[in-house]
């Protein structure tokens, strides 16, 4: 696979780095690397909310808990954006799968419920991959949780250049937002996303993460 060799000198870069580290008597803290985007220096915590995946079961900041999470927002109707990022992101999970690593739980956050029901996201989500989670619920809850995510959106003029019940465009945040597994907000991956730059800066949010939660 044409990517392992990349893949495999992030991992080492990573590995040897935090060996490095712990190799110190006095290990320096560990400051966040660069990456495209932004890894917070403390996790922003997020406050509790109440969704319903395309199951539609009821999702909640509990099942951020444990595990590390990649949150993207947009909707059903989106033309170009979307489907394009969701598919970078069944690659990311592809590849983590293959190298057996751990890929974050991978979730798509509707900001048009208006349209996009249970019913409407299952299909859509699940075309990317089978593995992927999609929210949806209130306008309000959902507007409250975009905001914890520093993501905005807003509604937007359709075909015609007018904005009616079924013609209209949601403008967006292209941005992915990691969560870490104390299921707060650990890094801001900004557009444009690629496998390899996204797989990159999730490796290295991972590695900062751990290193300062050592006991």
């Not at 801001?188 to 557009?191: E, M």
């Not at 996303?193 to 390899?196: E, R």
């Given at each position: 696979m044409k990517k392992i060799p990349a893949l495999l000198l992030i991992l080492f870069a990573v590995a040897a780095g935090a060996w490095l580290g712990?190799?110190?008597k006095t290990p320096a803290p560990l400051k966040p690397d660069r990456i495209q985007g932004a890894i917070y220096p403390t996790a922003k915590e997020l406050k509790g909310f109440e969704l319903q995946?395309?199951?539609k079961q009821k999702f909640s900041r509990e099942d951020l808990?444990?595990?590390w999470s990649l949150i993207f927002v947009g909707y059903t109707h989106c033309p170009d954006v979307c489907p394009t990022t969701l598919a970078i992101m069944s690659k990311i999970d592809k590849i983590m799968r293959e190298q057996d690593l751990q890929p974050p739980q991978i979730i798509f956050l509707t900001i048009d419920?208006?349209?996009d029901t249970s019913e409407v996201i299952k299909p859509y989500i699940e075309y990317f991959n089978q593995n992927f989670i999609g929210l949806t619920g209130p306008l309000d809850e959902i507007s409250r949780f975009t905001l914890q995510l520093n993501a905005v959106f807003r509604k937007s003029a359709g075909a015609g250049g007018e904005i009616t019940a079924d013609n209209y465009l949601m403008d967006h945040s292209s941005a992915l937002m990691l969560i870490n597994p104390d299921g707060d907000l650990q890094s801001?991956?900004?557009?444009p996303?690629?496998?390899?730059i996204v797989l990159e800066s999730i490796l290295k949010s991972q590695t900062y993460y751990e290193f300062n939660h050592k006991e």
């Open positions: 712990t190799t110190q995946d395309q199951h808990l444990h595990h419920p208006e349209r801001i991956l900004t557009a996303h690629s496998p390899g």
